[in-house]
């Protein structure tokens, strides 16, 4: 299963400790995890294998997103901060658009996200 993390910068570090907290079911499941760019650094600080992207204002939304659209990326972990705008808006409403399209699993929190994982830990 390959599963997409991209996180705004406000939300870096919490989706950094929400791996860090899920390391057990992420090791333990075959998944795979493709990132954008700088979330995918950090990812990788932490001692995780990642697929890097673009970063998101670069372009990264867009190639995750076309992963979803073939069928690649099974569920997307993008940890949005709402107290905040971004440039790449329109990327990120794509983004949101082919999962809705493609029926792929989107959290944009961590509370969501955590409901994700542990359906898939009760499927292991």
């Known amino acids: 299963m390959e599963i997409a993390i991209i996180a705004h910068d406000g939300k870096k570090s919490e ?3 929400f791996l860090i907290k899920n390391r ?3 090791d333990s499941s075959n998944i795979k995890l493709i990132a954008t760019g700088t979330t995918g650094g ?3 600080e932490a001692g995780f294998k990642v697929k890097k992207m673009l970063s998101g204002p670069l372009g990264g939304d867009a ?3 076309g992963r979803v659209g073939e069928g690649k990326t099974n569920m997307v972990l993008f940890f949005k901060d709402p107290l905040s705008s971004h440039p790449h808006e329109a990327d990120i409403n794509m983004l949101i658009r ?5 029926n792929v699993p989107l959290a944009t929190n961590g509370a969501t996200a955590q409901l ?3 359906a898939i830990a009760q499927q292991s």
């Not at 082919?98 to 493609?102: A, P």
């Open 42 to 44: 950090k990812a990788e």
């Open 24 to 26: 057990a079911i992420l």
């Open 116 to 118: 994700l994982l542990n």
């Open 63 to 65: 190639q995750i997103a």
């Open 15 to 17: 989706l950094v400790q």
């Open 98 to 102: 082919v999962c809705d399209v493609h």
